[in-house]
């Protein structure tokens, strides 16, 4: 039973000073791995010549080489041995499995993830309410209550302070 091929994605950095021939040898030894292994390269190309956040064997640059290609687990095996044996060439390197989104070819974009809503960005900025919060709201609400019965009581004279203010009545 034949193992289906599975789609990867190698990026290998190497060295800003490679000569021609060495490039080409590391770029002919991934396409022979991959297609000795029952594969084909779908994508090979330079992706970036960048300043390296670190100093890498002395290199303060790199070259990126990016491959994406369909192939047995094998090949990543060979592709990643030969890696480790041209160490004084490839700097860094990484193998990922390549998940193809509906609608878009290989190497179509970056994956972003989709903005939270407006209401999501809203409640980023709301504090939770704790029950202190709300003792000191619903103590808030209490004085206005008891300020609205004096002036309700003011409103109403009782039957003591009619007769005491209203002077004589017989």
């Known amino acids: 039973m034949a ?3 599975r789609k990867y994605e190698t990026l290998y950095l190497v060295r800003p000073d490679i000569s021609p021939e060495d490039l080409l040898t590391i770029q002919n030894r ?3 791995s991959v297609a000795g292994n ?3 390269i779908i994508k090979s190309e330079k992706w970036a010549e960048r300043d390296l956040a670190y100093r890498i064997e002395n290199y303060t640059r790199g070259t990126y080489y990016i491959a994406v290609y369909a192939a047995e687990p094998k090949a990543v095996t060979d592709i990643e041995r030969y890696f480790n044996l041209s160490k004084n060439n490839v700097l860094r390197f990484m193998t ?3 998940i193809e989104e509906e609608g878009k070819t290989a190497g179509a974009g970056t994956n972003v993830p989709p903005r939270p809503s ?3 960005d809203q ?3 709301q504090t939770p ?4 919060e709300e003792q000191a709201k619903g103590g808030d ?5 008891a300020a609205e019965q004096p002036q309700e009581a003011a409103e109403q004279p009782k039957g003591d302070e009619e007769k005491t203010q209203g002077g004589d009545q017989s």
Not at 129 to 132: G, P, R, V
Not at 141 to 145: F, Y
């Open 141 to 145: 609400e209490q004085p206005q209550e």
């Open 123 to 125: 409640s980023a900025f």
């Open 129 to 132: 309410h704790s029950e202190s």
């Open 30 to 32: 991934v396409e022979q």
């Open 118 to 120: 407006e209401q999501e």
């Open 38 to 40: 029952g594969g084909e």
């Open 3 to 5: 193992i289906e091929p």
């Open 96 to 98: 990922v499995n390549y």
